[in-house]
């Protein structure tokens, strides 16, 4: 998902988007301890910059809408 999709989101669907990856992060990371391999642990680095790039741009949206207009 790129910047531009998720800026056609509202913030609860961004919110809602970041529990979702940061569960399967959690659960990743949970895998790559226990196995010690991951099938594709870049999954692991795309995943972190994903829910980086959500909070980015729900910080911007929210920043935005506490201007006064």
């Given at each position: ?38 099938e ?30």
């Amino acid at each position: 998902m790129d910047a531009d999709q998720i800026r056609d989101l509202n913030i609860a669907e961004i919110e809602t988007r970041i529990d979702e990856e940061e569960e399967e992060l959690e659960e990743l990371q949970f895998q790559h301890a226990i196995r010690g391999r991951l099938e594709n642990p870049m999954l692991l680095r795309t995943k972190r910059r994903l829910i980086a790039r959500l909070k980015t741009i729900r910080n911007e949206k929210q920043a935005a809408e506490e201007e006064p207009a």
